[in-house]
């Protein structure tokens, strides 16, 4: 009987914590949501790399070897030490990073932080300036220059008078 007992309380308190578990809210931990793109999965020379732009925490494009080929890198875990990374190397079985199993990003100098690549998009130029514009890193508009003639027209006006 007091078997019995502690099963049915340990069983209730174990749906408990579940139920407090599935209630907690994750909005933290999930990644941005990156715009629909019609690119299907692709691959990149690591290194072509010559160059990236960091979006967020998990999203950054990078651009190998040259702005055309520009594509678009989910990585997991988040980390707040990709906003601030200035150099980085990535590291695959293979020569691409593609986002298959160990494909990594490396991040810093002495110590490095490996991040998994886990998704790879190529980015068509309209696609790229849709993506940076989404996270506000498109370029800024140029300024409008005021027109430098100042100078009126005038036009002679003919009068009764000066019939």
């Given amino acids: 009987m007091v078997a019995c007992r502690k099963a049915r309380i340990a069983g209730l308190l174990l749906t408990g914590m579940l139920c407090a578990c599935a209630?907690?809210?994750d909005r933290d931990s999930q990644p941005r949501a990156t715009p629909e793109l019609s690119g299907q999965q692709a691959c990149f020379y690591r290194r072509q790399a010559q160059d990236f732009q960091v979006l967020d925490r998990t999203s950054l494009v990078v651009f190998a070897p040259?702005?055309?080929n520009a594509y678009l890198v989910q990585v997991s875990p988040p980390s707040n030490d990709l906003r601030f990374v200035d150099a980085l190397a990535f590291e695959s079985r293979s020569n691409?990073?593609?986002?298959?199993a160990g494909d990594a990003l490396?991040?810093?100098?002495?110590?490095?932080r490996r991040l998994s690549?886990?998704?790879v998009r190529r980015l068509e130029p309209g696609q790229l300036d849709t993506v940076l514009a989404s996270y506000g890193k498109g370029d800024e508009p140029t300024p409008m220059e005021p027109e430098t003639?100042?100078?009126?027209?005038?036009?002679?006006?003919?009068?009764?008078?000066?019939?």
């Fill in 66 to 68: 040259n702005r055309r």
């Fill in 149 to 163: 003639d100042t100078a009126a027209e005038i036009e002679p006006v003919e009068s009764a008078a000066d019939e």
């Fill in 106 to 112: 490396l991040l810093g100098a002495g110590t490095l």
């Fill in 96 to 100: 691409q990073v593609c986002g298959r």
């Fill in 23 to 25: 209630g907690q809210d």
């Fill in 117 to 119: 690549v886990v998704d």
